[in-house]
Structures are given as C-alpha cells and as structure tokens.
C-alpha cells in the first residue's frame, strides 16, 4: 500500500541554520505531496504541495522539490528561526482520491 | 470564507462510555474526512463521510466503534463508542474547501479525547 517515510526527530538546530526534512513515498501512480505543520498548540496547517514530478512548492521560505526519480520530496530552509520550531508531516495524495496519507512526523526545535 | 468548527475541543471520558465529536462548516463540501492522531504519532484516516450514503471506512476502523452521520453538506459527527484508555487521541475532521483549492485539505483544531 501507500506509504510516507520521514526522517525521525527530533530535529534540533541552532537558528539562522540550513534545515533539510528528509521525506520518501512508496505509491502506484503519480501522487501529489504536501508538507504540512503543526505549531505547538495549534491544528494542522497545509505548508506547501506539488502535484508532478519536478514541480517545487514554496511557503515562509520553505522549499520542496517533488523527486520522481528518486519517490523524494525533502522539506528545506535556508535559515531557519525560532518561531519555525513545529512538528512537520509529509504527506501524500493519490490521484482521484481526497484522503491523505501522512508520515510520522519530525519535530523541529530551533535554538536562539 | 473556509472554517472548520469541532466540538469539543476537549473532553476527559470514563472507560466505557461514549462520546460524540460534532465537525460542522461554514460552507458545502462533497466529502469530510475523520482523522485519528494517538499520542506522539501520526494521523490516521478513519473514515470518509459522503452527505447521502454510508461512510467508508479504513482498514482497521469499523463503523460500530466509529459510528458517523453526515446528515447534511455542512456537518458530520464521529462517535467512539464503548471507549477505553487506547481511544485516546486527537480527533480530526478534515475537509477540501473550493474556495482554498482543488485536492487541498483544511483541517479542524481537533477533538482531544483522554479515556481514564
């Protein structure tokens, strides 16, 4: 079945640091993919999507590349701040399907 | 505008009870889509809601435990029924507004069930 794959946290970085969030998908077909965040506290909050292989979505300076080649979609920061500190999830969509289906999650701490 | 309201927000349950998570919002959408998210881990579907027809449930989820109505296009409700200590979890309704966007989900602030 289909399934999403992120690298564990948490992830604990210093702030103005480079952030790279690890993300692989198992599908049939071509999926579209999201990132999604959770701020402590608060409910789930779309990020970013892409819906075909080398499409790039972008949001608050994120950036993820949909990898066809290698079934990627890896979440990236140049410089990441406090207030990015959050539990990020990949997650994928299927073609002709609404649902879902999410990662574990990583936590992300960012440090002054 | 694209709200998702859940009621409640939290609630503190006794073992072998039953409690009704209400998922109402503010404009028509075709299907809402009910989340599990347990402690520390990830969101699961549970179940799609259609207005008119049975929901469709996952793998692992079956309707007596998680009984749901979608009586109209604005409101759903999710039960968890005969609850024990393992139900604890967040519940999520999630819904695809067509004023956000096509194959986007916005999702509700969840329901925060604890089952002592």
């Known amino acids: 079945g289909d399934s999403v794959t992120q690298m564990e946290g948490p992830v604990t970085l210093s702030e103005e640091a480079f952030l790279t969030i690890n993300c692989t998908y198992t599908a049939t077909g071509y999926p579209s993919l999201f990132w999604y965040v959770q701020y402590p506290g608060e409910g789930l909050q779309l990020l970013l999507k892409?819906?075909?292989?080398?499409d790039k979505g972008s949001n608050k300076g994120f950036e993820a590349t949909y990898r066809k080649e290698t079934t990627s979609f890896h979440l990236e920061k140049g410089s990441v701040q406090v207030s990015d500190s959050a539990v990020y999830f990949c997650a994928l969509q299927k073609r002709g399907r609404r649902a879902l289906t999410f990662g574990s999650g990583t936590r992300l701490q960012v440090q002054p | 505008s694209a709200v998702i309201s859940q009621k409640p927000s939290r609630d503190i349950c006794q073992r072998g009870t039953s409690l009704t998570i209400q998922c109402q919002v503010d404009?028509?959408?075709?299907?809402m889509f009910w989340y599990r998210q347990q402690p520390g881990q990830s969101l699961t579907l549970i179940a799609t809601a259609n207005q008119g027809s049975e929901a469709t449930y996952e793998s692992g989820f079956v309707i007596d435990k998680f009984p749901i109505s979608r009586p109209n296009l604005t409101f759903s409700t999710l039960t968890v029924s005969n609850m024990s200590p393992e139900d604890s979890s967040i519940y999520l309704c999630?819904?695809?507004?067509?004023?956000?966007?096509?194959?986007?989900?916005?999702f509700g602030a969840g329901s925060r069930l604890t089952v002592l």
């Open positions: 404009s028509q959408v075709t299907m």
């Open positions: 999630s819904v695809e507004f067509p004023s956000i966007g096509a194959n986007v989900l916005t």
């Open positions: 892409a819906t075909k292989a080398d």
